[in-house]
């Protein structure tokens, strides 16, 4: 035990008392020397900070006062009559002097800075003329330093600066006169004066003496000290008013009464005594610690009798062996029991981790005691907030049993004796029964046999509960998610490759009609191949609701929002479909407006209305189809059960029935079929939040009219008209598809752009690191390696002044891609130069 003490125990216990000694006696120095501390020569510091600050802050009212008393001076002179003279204002400024002996001229200067009137008998000094400001550019209040018969002039522009007279007042040396008395007052009422400071000099107050320094350094007011003047002086500027900036002077408060007097060093004979005293407290440890450790030496040093022939030991020894023996097997225990607690932990924790990601929830069987343990995430044992690890539930294997429909339970059984017989996971689907909303539940459970760390046999099982129309969690069911999943990839890619084509073929059939020109047929055959690109892209969007299905309409946050549509480019895109196989020869007219907002509704939706109405029309037998619609501004009143916000109003309506002609209704059952058809429309306007409202089902001699409401996009907060032609913008193009990335190129060129081309995300970025100064950037979302949804990410970051376009099919873009403007492919020229107006910087856009 003594061998591992490093310092001897009279060292210690000196050094002990010497720092006990030296700290009572720095007490007591410290004590007794702060009472009679004589001032030092920064006492007076505060002083002199609060009465150089209440001069200036008197002197920005000085100055306040002083504008008030120009623009009464101004008031005498009726600068707004026209018909009295100059002379007449000469006296009245003379006069007004008189009454106002701080000033020693008062000056009217006409806006080109000529004479018009003068206060004063001598002639007017060169400096009271100051430079002409710029017309708009002066200040109304101006304040310049004059020589020491004037120590400042005051400049009041009486209209507009730079455009109007000018009144300009000289201050006479007398203005500084009475502030620092005020100043004494206001300090001496307040006792914040030190009595060490009063005096009776009248230039001070209470013993302080104030300068005044201009802008340039100029003394306005008093000498100023020098700077390196030893005697105790603060300086503080001026802040100005409401009507005047501050001028820059700066005001010195200094105190020459006090006597400069050194420090006063420490005496030496007091250093001696408190040296002494440490040394002679170090010596008595010293000593008394020998004796001490004199003592406790001879008790370690004892050894009993030989008894067994051992060597003697010190009982001092053994017994600190015997505790250090005992300590090491505590700590090994303790180290041992915290390393299984926290190897236990871990376990439950990636349990706990696998249940919240997979869904699944872990069970144990014990086959032998029929027990079933799991883990409890809402039990008092719960690990939210830091606490412990969750806690255990045992129950019985009856009791679990209990929880399935009766019939289900010898299921239950079989499948347990064959996870018990074969190795591999046991499926089996059970129904759950009891009260409460989980009664009727479908529950997938996987039973696995294994054994525990003694060799018994144990059977561990996995539970998830099935959801309504999802497919069991078996092989069969997870081909048919994948199967899923892989047909919607392909049809994304088919999608995606044929939008390209059909942008080149718009692109480049929309530079050849604008460009050229081209003789009526020419005109019409190219008008034609233009529609039958724009109906293919209306297939590749009804292909792509095909295999998606509802998911977006049903809030599948997986897929993205195929909810908005565009009312005309559905319109225009069914219609050929409706005139070939439904209405036949009957004449079709569409007033649908360009601009509408987007629907909130999948486009198969417009269809199915466009499709049921039409059927209704021509089993009626009345002559042709009209659709019309109009954008319906938020506030505005809607159909009742409506939710506030915008709508767009679409109208349908046909003509009479042709005389002669009969309904082809001849039965009752396709009566009731046809109003059914009706009710169907209404109902499915009315679940994506719409309105219905027939006015006339066409049946007698009316004609058919209907009014559909669907719920529209809000405009965005700082959307602005796009101009149809933009202006001239530098555009960064990136396109993988150096097909498609060529005559989307050539269409921007043919609408007035500057375009640089990339091939991928890294070139464009590689094009940006040498040259940032593009306006816009146009980038395709499906390109390999980095998407560009990815690119734009990074473009925001580094490059916030470029506006991003994304470019894809309708409904492909993630919800994070709404921040950009998007580009729906395939386009055409005109769709280019809509997106690009609303890219178009403020100042573009205004020209």
Not at 600 to 626: Q, S, Y
Not at 668 to 681: F, I, N, P
Request: charge should be neutral.
């Amino acid at each position: 035990m003594l061998d591992s003490v490093r310092i001897s125990l009279k060292v210690l216990n000196a050094a002990q008392l010497a720092g006990v000694a030296a700290a009572a006696f720095g007490l007591a120095w410290f004590g007794g020397a702060l009472p009679t501390a004589p001032r030092g020569p920064g006492s007076e510091r505060p002083a002199l900070v609060q009465a150089a600050r209440a001069y200036a802050d008197a002197l920005d009212e000085e100055l306040a006062a002083s504008i008030a008393e120009a623009r009464n001076a101004a008031l005498l002179l009726r600068l707004d009559d026209a018909a009295i003279s100059d002379a007449w204002r000469a006296a009245r400024l003379q006069d007004w002097l008189a009454l106002n002996p701080r000033y020693r001229d008062a000056v009217l200067l006409a806006p080109d800075g000529t004479l018009r009137a003068s206060g004063g008998t001598g002639p007017v000094p060169r400096e009271i003329v100051p430079r002409i400001p710029a017309p708009g550019r002066g200040a109304e209040v101006a304040v310049t330093a004059g020589p020491e018969e004037a120590p400042f002039a005051m400049t009041l522009a009486l209209g507009a600066p730079g455009r109007s007279d000018r009144l300009v007042l000289r201050a006479a040396p007398g203005y500084f006169d009475g502030i620092a008395e005020r100043v004494r007052r206001g300090l001496g009422g307040s006792g914040l004066l030190a009595s060490g400071l009063r005096g009776s000099d009248p230039g001070r107050a209470d013993g302080i003496r104030f300068a005044v320094a201009g802008a340039d350094g100029r003394a306005l007011l008093g000498p100023l000290p020098a700077a390196d003047d030893p005697r105790p002086h603060e300086a503080a500027p001026t802040r100005g008013s409401r009507d005047l900036a501050s001028p820059g002077w700066l005001v010195t408060a200094a105190a020459p009464g006090i006597p400069l007097a050194g420090p006063a060093g420490p005496d030496p004979r007091l250093i001696a005594l408190g040296l002494a005293l440490v040394l002679g407290a170090g010596g008595l440890g010293y000593a008394l610690g020998g004796r001490v450790s004199a003592r406790l030496r001879r008790v370690a040093d004892e050894a009993p009798g030989d008894i067994l022939g051992a060597a003697p030991a010190s009982r001092v020894r053994e017994i600190a062996a015997l505790s250090g023996s005992v300590r090491d097997r505590t700590l090994s225990l303790d180290a041992r029991l915290a390393g299984a607690g926290s190897g236990l932990d871990r376990v439950r924790g990636r349990l706990t981790t696998f249940e919240a990601m997979s869904g699944w929830t872990c069970w144990e069987i014990d086959p032998e005691t029929r027990q079933v343990v799991w883990s409890d995430p809402d039990g008092a044992g719960s690990a939210a907030g830091g606490g412990p690890a969750p806690a255990d539930r045992v129950a019985t294997f009856a009791d679990l049993a209990a929880r399935f429909e009766p019939a289900d339970r010898p299921l239950l059984d079989l499948t347990l004796a064959a996870a018990l017989e074969a190795d591999g996971p046991h499926d089996v689907v059970l129904r759950t029964s009891g009260p409460g909303p989980e009664a009727g539940r479908r529950l997938l459970l996987r039973l696995l046999r294994g054994r525990d760390a003694a060799g018994r046999p144990r059977v561990h099982a996995l539970s998830r509960v099935i959801r309504e129309g999802e497919p069991a969690d078996t092989p069969a069911g997870a081909n048919e998610r994948r199967r899923n999943l892989v047909l919607r990839r392909v049809t994304d890619g088919i999608v995606h490759d044929f939008n390209d084509v059909l942008t080149v073929v718009l692109a480049n059939l929309g530079v050849l009609r604008r460009q050229t020109a081209l003789d009526p047929r020419q005109a019409a055959l190219t008008d034609a191949a233009l529609a039958g690109a724009q109906r293919g892209a209306a297939l590749t969007r009804r292909l792509l609701g095909l295999v998606r299905g509802d998911e977006a309409a049903a809030g599948d946050p997986a897929s993205p929002d195929l909810a908005a549509s565009d009312l005309s480019a559905t319109v225009a895109a069914f219609l050929p479909f409706l005139q070939a196989n439904v209405l036949r020869d009957a004449p079709v007219v569409t007033r649908i407006p360009e601009g509408l907002p987007k629907a909130l509704c999948g486009e198969r939706l417009l269809e199915l209305v466009l499709l049921n109405l039409a059927v209704h029309v021509r089993d009626l037998g009345l002559h042709g189809f009209a659709i019309g619609a109009a954008a319906h501004p938020a506030g505005a009143p809607t159909l009742p059960g409506m939710p506030d916000g915008p709508a767009l109003r679409v109208l349908f309506a046909s003509g009479r029935r042709p005389s002669g002609a009969s309904p082809r209704l001849p039965s009752q059952s396709r009566t009731q079929d046809h109003g059914r058809a009706l009710a169907t429309v209404a109902q499915l306007v009315r679940e994506r939040g719409g309105g219905w409202r027939l006015v006339c089902d066409g049946r007698g001699e009316e004609a058919f009219l209907a009014e559909v409401w669907l719920r529209a996009e809000a405009p965005a907060p700082d959307a602005r008209p796009a101009p149809a032609q933009a202006a001239p913008l530098r555009i960064l193009l990136v396109e993988s598809d150096s097909l498609v990335r060529a005559s989307v190129a050539e269409a921007l060129g043919e609408l007035g752009h500057a375009v640089v081309q990339a091939a991928s995300g890294e070139h464009a970025l590689d094009l940006l690191g040498d040259d940032a100064a593009f306006d816009a950037m146009i980038a395709d979302q499906a390109m390999p390696v980095m998407t560009g949804l990815q690119l734009a990410a990074a473009v925001v970051e580094r490059h916030p002044g470029i506006r991003v376009i994304l470019a894809s099919p309708h409904g492909q873009l993630p919800a994070a891609a709404r921040r950009f403007l998007q580009l729906d492919k395939p386009f055409r020229p005109e769709d280019l130069a809509t997106v690009l107006g609303a890219a178009a910087p403020p100042a573009s856009r205004a020209a």
